[in-house]
């Protein structure tokens, strides 16, 4: 067997989470590959908004395990708090998921590096989460990181003190930030012990077996392609590989073991944070565009900056990761739209180009619009409910251009609300 690969294609916020949930069906094992609780994965089904930032996303689906993968960064903490809220709807987590023993952890520390490093560069800030990520994956390139293998060591405390004074003394060169380590590492030594009540694997050698042993393994990435720690709009990025290639470092599956690719993009783009975004909307009509979508992150709560839909971005992601199908979120958002615009070129350098230059910079690079129809009314519906016209020939201007088919269009937030497309 084959591991089939779920991402996305832009910002992120896309709305993989909802598609995983309504894929998990055909699959024994949901797998998260990279990232941290900077992801936020939403599922709504059966009148219930779910918000999941480091569980994957099929822990609801009774029968099927979730494995956090090595390439994963974990706050115990926020592990702990979102377990709790999984097992109030009847879940049992223990029993459905696993966790790398080669994960790394985020330490209180960590999260103060981050709040202190982003205070620090002022109104050149990168508009991080906040959520101790980035310092997290620097120690782990570093090699002084501590693994969830490592809390069941004898010497995991000594561990841990060596890492923090590493940390205070960086922590030392930012004279206007202040801290209380106390105030945070009570709760932290707490939620190390429920983490050692879930059980840990050797991921990449666990993962292996279950593909031998004939499971069908869906492997979940976090934030979107155009963050990627190489391909993103750098340095405005994430810390770890977003694209299909880091499912393989993050489970520890062999690049001949991946199947499908699956790309998921909403209908319009999306963006929380710093960095550039040629197509942004920053007048009315990208107001209206985010209270239509209920654009605010997740995880932050943050308004996330609204545009059009940007094909040169979309065909670069679906060449980074191989995509072989696609999925487009979110088309009932622009049901209120007579007409929608789309970036179809950049103008760079006076040229005209449908690629991704070296830098997105608004100084550099000019958006080119065309219009399309819209598809006014469309609203919320459900599976079997016939799309407009105008919807489809959207939808195939995109398959076209990608040379990728869509085989799901999503009119709403609730699994029901999801359209299969014929191949």
């Given at each position: 067997?084959?591991?089939?690969?779920?991402?996305?294609?832009?910002?992120?916020?896309?709305?993989?989470?909802?598609?995983?949930?309504?894929?998990?069906?055909?699959?024994?094992?949901?797998?998260?590959?990279?990232?941290?609780?900077?992801?936020?994965?939403?599922?709504?089904?059966?009148?219930?908004?779910?918000?999941?930032?480091?569980?994957?996303?099929?822990?609801?689906?009774?029968?099927?395990?979730?494995?956090?993968?090595?390439?994963?960064?974990?706050?115990?903490?926020?592990?702990?708090?979102?377990?709790?809220?999984?097992?109030?709807?009847?879940?049992?987590?223990?029993?459905?998921?696993?966790?790398?023993?080669?994960?790394?952890?985020?330490?209180?520390?960590?999260?103060?590096?981050?709040?202190?490093?982003?205070?620090?560069?002022?109104?050149?800030?990168?508009?991080?989460?906040?959520?101790?990520?980035?310092?997290?994956?620097?120690?782990?390139?570093?090699?002084?990181?501590?693994?969830?293998?490592?809390?069941?060591?004898?010497?995991?405390?000594?561990?841990?003190?060596?890492?923090?004074?590493?940390?205070?003394?960086?922590?030392?060169?930012?004279?206007?930030?202040?801290?209380?380590?106390?105030?945070?590492?009570?709760?932290?030594?707490?939620?190390?012990?429920?983490?050692?009540?879930?059980?840990?694997?050797?991921?990449?050698?666990?993962?292996?077996?279950?593909?031998?042993?004939?499971?069908?393994?869906?492997?979940?990435?976090?934030?979107?392609?155009?963050?990627?720690?190489?391909?993103?709009?750098?340095?405005?990025?994430?810390?770890?590989?977003?694209?299909?290639?880091?499912?393989?470092?993050?489970?520890?599956?062999?690049?001949?073991?991946?199947?499908?690719?699956?790309?998921?993009?909403?209908?319009?783009?999306?963006?929380?944070?710093?960095?550039?975004?040629?197509?942004?909307?920053?007048?009315?009509?990208?107001?209206?565009?985010?209270?239509?979508?209920?654009?605010?992150?997740?995880?932050?709560?943050?308004?996330?900056?609204?545009?059009?839909?940007?094909?040169?971005?979309?065909?670069?992601?679906?060449?980074?990761?191989?995509?072989?199908?696609?999925?487009?979120?979110?088309?009932?958002?622009?049901?209120?739209?007579?007409?929608?615009?789309?970036?179809t070129h950049y103008e760079v350098d006076g040229e005209r180009s449908d690629h991704l230059p070296y830098l997105l910079e608004e100084s550099l690079v000019n958006p080119i619009f065309e219009p399309r129809e819209g598809w006014p009314g469309a609203g919320q519906s459900g599976s079997g409910t016939e799309l407009p016209a105008s919807l489809m020939n959207y939808v195939q201007e995109i398959?076209?251009?990608?040379?990728?088919?869509?085989?799901i269009v999503s009119m709403g937030p609730d699994r029901a609300q999801t359209h299969e497309m014929a191949s």
């Amino acid at each position: 067997m084959k591991v089939d690969v779920l991402l996305g294609l832009q910002w992120g916020d896309e709305g993989k989470g909802k598609i995983v949930d309504v894929l998990t069906p055909q699959y024994d094992i949901i797998a998260r590959f990279q990232g941290g609780p900077n992801a936020g994965h939403t599922l709504e089904f059966d009148g219930r908004k779910h918000v999941l930032h480091t569980i994957p996303s099929g822990i609801f689906r009774e029968g099927k395990l979730n494995l956090i993968g090595n390439g994963v960064v974990i706050d115990p903490v926020t592990l702990q708090r979102e377990i709790g809220e999984v097992e109030e709807h009847g879940v049992q987590v223990d029993a459905r998921m696993l966790i790398s023993r080669k994960a790394h952890l985020i330490l209180p520390t960590h999260r103060l590096l981050d709040a202190a490093n982003e205070q620090d560069k002022g109104k050149d800030k990168i508009g991080s989460t906040l959520r101790g990520i980035g310092p997290t994956y620097m120690d782990k390139t570093g090699r002084n990181g501590l693994r969830v293998g490592d809390i069941f060591l004898p010497d995991f405390k000594e561990r841990y003190d060596r890492l923090v004074k590493k940390h205070a003394r960086l922590l030392s060169n930012f004279s206007e930030f202040s801290y209380d380590l106390s105030e945070h590492e009570p709760a932290w030594f707490a939620s190390i012990e429920r983490l050692r009540q879930i059980p840990v694997v050797d991921s990449e050698q666990w993962i292996n077996d279950q593909l031998d042993a004939g499971k069908r393994v869906l492997a979940e990435g976090a934030q979107g392609t155009l963050l990627d720690i190489d391909f993103g709009t750098y340095p405005f990025v994430t810390s770890s590989t977003t694209t299909a290639a880091g499912a393989c470092t993050g489970l520890g599956v062999a690049p001949t073991r991946i199947g499908e690719v699956i790309g998921i993009f909403k209908a319009y783009c999306t963006r929380v944070g710093s960095g550039p975004f040629p197509t942004e909307l920053h007048g009315d009509t990208g107001e209206a565009l985010r209270k239509a979508g209920h654009e605010f992150g997740a995880t932050t709560g943050r308004p996330r900056r609204c545009g059009w839909l940007d094909l040169p971005a979309l065909k670069h992601a679906c060449m980074l990761n191989g995509a072989t199908q696609l999925c487009m979120m979110k088309a009932d958002v622009l049901d209120s739209f007579e007409e929608v615009q789309v970036c179809t070129h950049y103008e760079v350098d006076g040229e005209r180009s449908d690629h991704l230059p070296y830098l997105l910079e608004e100084s550099l690079v000019n958006p080119i619009f065309e219009p399309r129809e819209g598809w006014p009314g469309a609203g919320q519906s459900g599976s079997g409910t016939e799309l407009p016209a105008s919807l489809m020939n959207y939808v195939q201007e995109i398959e076209s251009l990608t040379k990728t088919r869509i085989s799901i269009v999503s009119m709403g937030p609730d699994r029901a609300q999801t359209h299969e497309m014929a191949s």
